[in-house]
């Protein structure tokens, strides 16, 4: 996979140092892996989860560092791309405001 948007990880690792290693490991999975649908996802990180936000799309969402933090992103499985869209708390993601967003 090509991660798109590497700057919106960066940018919540510095924000949030406890984050860092948690975002590393997914980022290097990610950048490994030749995920071709869910299936394929779950199979390296079982917790991944397809979530339908408001606009209609279905977004990935994967727990990072033991649940803390949800990144959400967007996989275009055929041109093997992972966009980062966000990055929340535990606690912001189940406000589910981030769907409205998205």
């Known amino acids: 996979m090509k991660i798109i ?4 990880l960066a940018a919540y ?3 949030n140092p406890q984050a ?3 975002l590393l490991y997914w980022h290097k999975l990610a950048k490994k892996a030749r995920w071709t649908c869910l ?3 779950r199979a390296t990180l079982p917790h991944a989860d397809a979530v339908r936000v408001r606009s209609g ?3 990935v969402v994967f727990n990072v560092a033991g ?3 949800r990144l959400i992103t967007a996989i275009h ?3 093997q791309l992972a966009f980062t869209l966000m ?5 912001e993601y189940d406000r589910e405001k981030w769907k409205d967003a998205l």
């Open 13 to 15: 690792r510095k924000r």
């Open 67 to 69: 649940n803390r933090y």
């Open 5 to 8: 948007k590497r700057a919106t």
């Open 57 to 59: 799309r279905t977004v």
């Open 20 to 22: 860092q290693s948690g």
């Open 87 to 91: 990055v929340l708390t535990h606690a």
């Open 77 to 79: 499985y055929n041109r």
């Open 39 to 41: 299936q394929d996802v």
